[in-house]
């Protein structure tokens, strides 16, 4: 038997998944294997392919009472929640409603002697790393749009969500997607290297952390394949002197710690203009005193624990470092922390960015308040990071937010709202949070290149 891949899951430390790696042998047939079906699936009218795809999101949609609990298993998402099938509906679903003007011919210019025009043409197989802690979501954010383009997709998932890979590609074929054109893949990371530097796929798009990231480009370097990244962050949010303090609370707070602050874009640090900073915090505080820490297979359970025991030592010594350099925490240790997986969420104050709380990415459920005193201090200090995914800003003047957001080093802008993928919008990033884009159009021109047509119609 080869490699090994073993889900623990963070409920009580237990292997609830395992399966063998492909050998580079295998791994390389089954890009194959992808290759030779793609084109039969491209020639297919773009209205089919778009029809089998969102019936393979219908079908995961009717797995869902099977997901659910599946996920707390595996990364340790309540089951009060519902799993991730709205929004993964929700992006498929705009994704395919856009598909025919998105794909469609640019025309250029057409008289008697000539007809110009440019043509999207998938790339041919797109490979897809998703991570774990928003598996079905971030993986149908590429796999939707680039199987409706005409790609074929070759899928990895985390080992931390096993299961998820398997759970897509069985639904997608069960709807009539070729199993080719979809495949679930568990690979080593040097089987995805060797498969990266082998030109097996062209296109790579990777969610995940900075250091994966780089080993993607590493492994494509020379080789002409696109790479799309979506990495770290460490998103803001700044509330001005006019907010909805209630509001700002709620939505920035919930975006700190929901899925036990294991999100993309939640909100790791907050900067509250001074004349709001006592209220806001002391909101902040009592919302936070209210979550239940428990099982994620509890009804009653809001916050989980975090997806591996190894996520929460990291955020536990960010937290211990800073209070050891002056910060203050708010929140008792909970009666269910277990010093493992289970980890009370935390509210910081009297931070600095000369502490790593503020600076590196915590990928867990603490966030740092700091008091400004303007938009400058503010916008300086949103900047002051090594990142860019989304900042959320809350004021009632909307130009005064695309003013601030003008000047903010992010991909996302968000007034009055945080955490949120808007399937029209770009899904972007800059500085080390990566490059690229999902989502809207130009997710569908990232997963297609163009290709002229001059077309001479006389030649007298």
């Known amino acids: 038997m080869g490699q090994m891949l073993k889900c623990v899951s963070p409920i009580d430390g237990s292997v609830y998944a395992e399966r063998e790696v492909l050998s580079a042998e295998a791994a390389f047939e089954a890009a194959a294997l992808a290759r030779a079906a793609q084109a039969d699936w491209a020639a297919r009218p773009l209205q089919e392919r778009t029809r089998l795809v969102m019936a393979g999101v219908a079908a995961v949609g009717a797995m869902n009472d099977e997901i659910v609990p599946e996920l707390a298993h595996m990364m340790g998402r309540p089951v009060r929640y519902g799993g991730e099938f709205g929004g993964f509906n929700e992006r498929a679903s705009h994704m395919a409603e ?6 469609a011919d640019i025309a250029v210019g057409e008289d008697e002697t000539f007809k110009r025009y440019i043509k999207r043409i998938p790339h041919g197989v797109v490979f897809v790393v998703a991570p774990w802690n928003y598996p079905y979501m971030t993986a149908i954010n590429t796999v939707a749009p680039a199987l409706i383009a005409g790609n074929a997709v070759v899928l990895k998932h985390a080992t931390q ?11 997608f074929h069960a709807a009539g997607v070729p199993q080719d054109v979809f495949q679930n893949v568990f690979l080593s990371h040097d089987v995805t290297n060797d498969l990266i530097a082998g030109r097996a796929f062209d296109f790579v798009n990777f969610t995940g952390s900075v250091g994966g990231g780089q080993a993607m480009e590493r492994a494509a370097a020379g080789t002409f394949t696109g790479v799309g990244t979506e990495l770290g962050g460490k998103d803001p949010g700044y509330v001005m002197e006019d907010a909805d303090l209630d509001a700002a609370v709620d939505t920035l707070i919930d975006g700190a710690m929901f899925n036990s602050g294991q999100c993309c874009c939640g909100i790791e640090r907050i900067y509250v203009h001074e004349s709001l900073y006592d209220a806001f915090v002391a909101k902040a505080v009592e919302v936070v005193k209210g979550y239940k820490l428990g099982n994620p297979l ?3 359970t809001t916050i989980g624990p975090m997806a591996n025991v190894r996520f929460a030592d990291e955020v536990r010594a960010q937290i211990a470092e800073a209070v050891a350099a002056g910060a203050v925490a708010h929140i008792e240790t909970f009666a269910e922390d277990d010093g493992g997986a289970y980890l009370t969420p935390q509210i910081l104050t009297n931070v600095t960015h000369d502490m790593r709380v503020m600076r590196d990415e915590s990928f867990g459920p603490v966030v740092g308040i700091m008091k400004v005193s303007s938009d400058e201090e503010a916008i ?7 990142f860019g995914l989304t900042a959320s800003l809350w004021t009632r003047d909307v130009d005064r937010a695309a003013r601030v957001g003008d000047q903010i080093e992010t991909g996302t802008v968000f007034m009055n709202r945080a955490d949120y993928l808007d399937p029209g919008l770009c899904w972007t990033g800059c500085k080390n949070t990566g490059r690229g884009g999902g989502l809207s159009v130009i997710g569908y021109h990232n997963l297609t290149r163009p290709k002229s047509y001059h077309l001479k119609k006389v030649t007298s």
């Open 98 to 103: 856009i598909a025919e003007v998105s794909l």
């Open 380 to 386: 300086a200090l949103m900047n002051d990071s090594e």
């Open 161 to 171: 969500t096993l299961l998820v890979g398997k759970r897509m590609t069985q639904a």
């Open 298 to 300: 509890d009804a009653e």
